[in-house]
């Protein structure tokens, strides 16, 4: 089992900035997609950023050039930098994490949310 605990949520002004935090514990592997999602209300839960093997790897298109992901493999952390914060931006957001070696298994962090007011 992988433990997921989120952080640094909280309510932003349009164009602040917020930094999430994840820590993972328990059986991490060196393999792995660690990353974040989220779902605001009433949508579907969607990618957000992700991290291979502790390289950032994708964004979703609507925050590229806004949010930033970055991983320390050995404190077993990511991050989700979030600038120039939109209404659009408000909802859960979820950390992931997926081992990609046997038992393949998929991950997620309680949530925390986030609020940008219009």
């Known amino acids: 089992q992988v433990q997921l605990v989120e952080s640094g949520g909280g309510l932003v002004q349009p164009g602040g900035s917020l930094r999430l935090s994840c820590s993972a514990s328990?059986?991490?592997?060196?393999?792995?997609?660690m990353g974040w999602y989220r779902q605001a209300p009433e949508k579907q839960r969607e990618k957000v950023a992700m991290?291979?093997?502790?390289?950032?790897?994708s964004y979703a298109e609507s925050v590229k050039g806004r949010f930033t992901v970055s991983g320390d493999s050995v404190k077993k952390m990511a991050y989700l930098q979030m600038n120039s914060l939109k209404p659009e931006d408000t909802g859960i957001y979820y950390c992931?994490?997926?081992?990609?070696?046997?038992?393949?298994?998929?991950?997620w962090g309680p949530g925390t949310q986030v609020t940008v007011p219009t």
């Open positions: 328990g059986r991490t592997t060196s393999l792995n997609d």
């Open positions: 992931y994490y997926y081992t990609r070696v046997p038992p393949f298994r998929e991950y």
């Open positions: 991290l291979r093997n502790g390289i950032a790897s």
